[in-house]
């Protein structure tokens, strides 16, 4: 019968290999290798590559920004610091913005009416001494002004968001001088930069149609300071 299993040879001769493994490891001769070490370069990961042409597009472009010289990019910051609160109404009234332009009587209707959103900072009040571009019309109707009073010469009507009641403005067409004016009435369509002045005379008031002109809030401590310019007739300027 024949014998089957491990026999002490092999168990010998795989005992002696494990000892001179272990033998080897132990001195040093063999290094096992290590994940990494000074010497070793570990290659770049490789991402997606661009097209020639949309590399060319990129570097253009920031040969383009370079050349920008200082100067516009400020007026850039500054355009947008100032765009932003006008259109979302949040100038402050005691804020200052170049080119500042009021709601004409035409984009008042309209926020009005809810054509177009209302932007609140679009009727800032008038500051002292400071000429604002308004558009002049003239009416004739007889009655009580809103404050209380009857029409009569040397009044007219605005927004009080703009120009308060009962102070004076100084107005002006063109280069003419037309005379200082009590604020003392408003009107349904009298909205934005508008001042409507009144004439005793409906023909006049209506052929005078609609002009742009300029008027200035005067200040409170010179209101009754007499005027030395002498005002515009209003004869010839409903030809204009």
Not at 47 to 53: K, N, T, Y
Not at 54 to 64: G, Y
Not at 82 to 110: D, M, N
Not at 175 to 197: E, F, M, P, Q, S
């Amino acid at each position: 019968m024949k014998k089957t299993g491990i026999s002490r040879f092999e168990i010998l001769r795989t005992g002696v290999a494990l000892a001179c493994a272990i033998a080897i490891l132990g001195t040093g001769s063999i290094a096992l290798p290590s994940l990494a070490t000074a010497e070793t370069e570990i290659p770049p990961v490789k991402g997606p590559q661009l097209e020639p042409e949309t590399l060319a597009t990129i570097e253009s472009l920031r040969e383009t920004a370079a050349m920008i010289p200082e100067p516009v990019k400020e007026t850039a910051k500054i355009t947008r610091a100032i765009a932003k609160p006008i259109a979302t109404g949040g100038l402050k009234a005691g804020s200052s913005a170049a080119g500042f332009v009021r709601a004409t009587a035409h984009e008042a209707i309209k926020m009005k009416k809810g054509i177009i959103p209302l932007i609140p900072a679009k009727f800032r009040r008038a500051e002292e001494g400071v000429t604002i571009p308004v558009s002049l019309t003239q009416y004739c109707v007889q009655g009580e002004t809103r404050r209380g009073r009857q029409t009569r010469h040397g009044i007219l009507a605005a927004d009080p968001r703009i120009f308060p009641l009962a102070r004076y403005v100084d107005v002006y067409l063109g280069k003419d001088y037309l005379g200082r004016y009590l604020v003392d009435d408003t009107g349904g369509n009298v909205l934005g930069a508008t001042l409507d002045i009144w004439n005793p005379n409906c023909r006049e008031a209506r052929k005078f149609g609609r002009h742009w002109g300029s008027a200035v809030l005067i200040a409170r401590e010179v209101e009754q300071i007499p005027i030395a310019e002498a005002p515009t007739r209003w004869e010839g300027l409903a030809e204009r």
